[in-house]
């Protein structure tokens, strides 16, 4: 797929018509491993953004599906930041994801309720991985501190919601 003309960021939003559980596989600059991303729609379809790293004269991203259990309908798009969903008081979601936080630094809540690790990594301006801000496992609320507006990344296996605030 084509990357964006401007040398901005950019990310591969992926759909499914259906609930599904699908890893995607994106190709990495320089010849390195594909990147797996983990992607889940146990209560209704899949819609997901990933970030995709830019390179010096890189001007297409190639990736591939691997769908467990019955291989659903989809689509995957190249769009700019403006299509990671924005909040400031609280958002939710379902497996991975990047989204939008646009309220103050301070204090935030991570709750994720399913099997295996979450954690939520603050991203840079080109949407690459910067550090990570909150990390817990299976069914646990995780207290963090937001370090301001920006992009965050969130890798769950199950259902979590994104707060501002401690109690939120």
Not at 19 to 45: E, F, M, N, S, W
Not at 58 to 85: H, K, L, S
Not at 99 to 108: D, I, L, W
């Amino acid at each position: 797929m084509n990357l964006p003309a401007s040398n901005g960021p950019a990310v591969l939003v992926f759909r499914t018509e259906r609930p599904a559980h699908v890893t995607v596989l994106v190709d990495q600059p320089q010849g390195r491993r594909p990147r797996g991303y983990q992607l889940h729609g146990t209560d209704g379809p899949v819609v997901a953004r990933i970030p995709l790293g830019r390179s010096k004269g890189r001007t297409e991203v190639g990736f591939r599906t691997e769908f467990r259990g019955a291989r659903e309908r989809w689509q995957a798009e190249v769009e700019g930041p403006d299509a990671i969903p924005a909040f400031d008081v609280h958002i939710a979601g379902q497996g991975f994801d990047v989204v939008h936080y646009q309220g103050e630094a301070g204090p935030g809540m991570a709750r994720h309720r399913g099997r295996g690790d979450v954690v939520l990594q603050v991203l840079d301006g080109r949407l690459a991985e910067w550090a990570t801000s909150a990390k817990g496992r299976a069914d646990s609320d995780i207290g963090f501190t937001w370090p301001g507006p920006g992009h965050y990344q969130v890798r769950a296996a199950g259902a979590w919601i994104l707060s501002r605030g401690p109690d939120a």
